[in-house]
């Protein structure tokens, strides 16, 4: 039996938009904080997810679209309890993912980076694979990542063809994570016992991979 808050949840979910994002990322708070609570006063968790969940909301354009996500939410409560966002970005390489939802998965090439983004400025400065720590106390330590710039989003949904227009969230980047990781190149891992499509046909040798 569907309760009436449980029905209200799964109809918002199904409209679209702001609000059915600002359901599911209220839930994924919910269920961490009742994880948190059932292990009691000294649990840790790491959460994985996407950086569009991870990072903080109120420092890209999600805030004027009236968008809350996960890490915005767990650090306004849970900043001083040791709460940490790490964001993750990449250059160039390959990525498995599906151009629309529901669409099969595919081993994808990730053009190079849009020259306006966080991640082309990264690989024009010649830093390579690094991680930077933010002092988000201390602009001036970090004062040439504090402006707006596109940062790269690549999720289960991936359309290479939408490089140039799309595919870029204007971020602040060091304040919308507390450390970023930059992968110049990366590689796509393979998901276990399931067909990636390779140019739009499964690998001659699936299903055994030999």
């Given at each position: 039996?569907?309760t ?12 679209g938009?702001?609000?059915?994002w ?9 269920t ?13 968790a ?6 569009t969940?991870v ?5 890209t354009?999600m ?6 996500n ?15 966002l790490v ?6 390489g ?8 529901d ?7 990730v053009?190079d980076?849009?020259?306006t983004s966080?991640?082309?400025a ?8 690094s991680i ?10 970090h004062?040439?990542?504090?402006g707006?710039?596109g940062?790269r989003a690549i999720g289960v949904?991936?359309n ?16 919308r ?6 992968v110049?190149?990366?590689?796509a ?22």
């Open positions: 039996m569907i009436r808050n449980a029905e209200m949840y799964y109809r918002t979910m199904v409209r938009g702001p609000a059915s600002n359901v599911r990322d209220d839930h994924m708070v919910e961490l904080d009742r994880l948190m609570a059932h292990h009691g006063p000294n649990a840790k790491v959460v994985w997810a996407h950086n969940h990072g903080d909301a109120r420092f354009d805030a004027r679209s009236g968008m809350v996960l890490g915005q939410l767990v650090r306004q409560d849970h900043e001083r309890d040791g709460a940490f964001g993750f970005g990449t250059s160039r390959t990525v498995i993912a599906g151009r629309e939802w669409s099969p998965m595919e081993r994808m090439h053009p980076a849009r020259e966080y991640e082309a990264m690989e024009q400065s010649g830093v390579g694979d930077f720590i933010f002092d988000r106390e201390n602009k001036s330590a004062e040439r990542l504090t707006a710039r940062h949904v991936y290479p063809r939408t490089e140039d227009w799309g595919n870029y969230v204007p971020t602040i980047l060091s304040e994570y507390d450390a970023f990781v930059y110049e190149e990366t590689r891992v393979d998901p276990l016992h399931m067909a990636v499509l390779v140019d739009g046909e499964p690998p001659e040798t699936y299903p055994s991979g030999e």
